[in-house]
């Protein structure tokens, strides 16, 4: 897919398009993580939120399409899995052709959205952790109309240890045009219909790489300098790897605190260092948008270029992801899902003392 679909939100996992359990991934850090899931086999699949549904007898977009966003857990072990199919206001291949310079051109919209709970308590506690885990996925803040949606909360679904609620989102057909309105409000006003026949299985939940584990590699960084995993790792006690894309957007926003993060832990043995996903050795095609966004945040610290089968031993389904090794390359703890800076600035303490 496009790089444009990595903009719906920061922690991207799987894209599914219409086509009985198809799914695009948008970047290298998804591609060999997912592995056979098995979800609803509906045409809108959202295995990792453990849901699906087909759209209503006589409704099939032609001048747009709906993608499942298949965000999943939002949070590393929160036990909140989130999933929402998006319209967009261009066929599927129109939106594959657009060229990075009209994505200005591009108009999506939303009809409801699925949040699964493992362990759900009181309805106030629930609508606590999805708040929380949103603030997580969207870089600290609610977005506007997230507030309005979540007062429309409701349970849909239980089974086992997990919990489903749906929350209806604000229409914004007054950003469409033409053809695309009609089609828009069809998909709209068929959420209440779609709810109801929807098709439940338990969630896939990311595990992330094991602590203890050995991160072994060599690549380059950015500028082309050829750097291996045992020269980086034991020139410090901890190393923070921060995985981030070109298009994560809350990636970028938080730079700059990893830069002073760097700084500050640079002389009790700690360091931060970069691993672009969609700049893999051997092709160029982002890495001058890489470049741009180091000398625009001002970082200083390492940045590498992703080496072929990164994810065997840094697991990863979206970005940020975090993750810290010692000076031998182990891997400490478990990772850390999302752009969370005090959660980062609390594992360095404790790594570090």
Known sequence: MKKFLALLMSVVTVLSMA?????ENQTAESSETQGNISGTGCTYD???????FELPDGFEPKTGCIISNDVGEMSYGAGVMFGVPVYFNMTEDELNE?????????????????F????????EEVKEKIIDNLKIVYGGKLRDGDEEALETLK??????EYTWYSAIAQNTSGDFEGDNVAEYNAFYDAADSIIASMKFCEPYIWQGSEAGAAVVFDTVDLNGTAIGSNDLFRRNKVTMINIWSTTCGPC??????????????SARGGAVVGLVVDVPVGNNMYLQDAQDI????????????????????????????????????????????????????????????
Not at 98 to 114: A, C, H, M, T, W
């Open 155 to 160: 349970q849909i679904h239980q089974e086992g």
């Open 98 to 114: 657009l060229p990075e310079e009209e994505y200005d051109k591009i108009r999506r919209g939303f009809s409801f959205e699925v």
């Open 294 to 353: 180091i000398s625009d945040t001002g970082v200083s610290y390492i940045n590498l270029r992703a080496w072929e089968g990164f994810t065997d031993s840094l697991s990863c389904v979206g970005t940020p992801t975090t993750y810290f090794v010692d000076s031998d390359g182990k891997i400490l703890g478990d990772p850390i899902l999302g752009a969370r800076v005090s959660e980062y600035e609390k594992r360095l303490d404790e790594y570090l003392k």
């Open 116 to 123: 699964c709970v493992k362990d759900a308590g009181s309805e």
């Open 46 to 52: 959202f295995p990792q939120t453990g849901f699906g």
């Open 19 to 23: 086509g009985c359990g198809s799914s």
């Open 252 to 265: 970028i926003n938080e730079m700059a605190e990893l830069q002073k993060i760097h700084e500050d832990i």
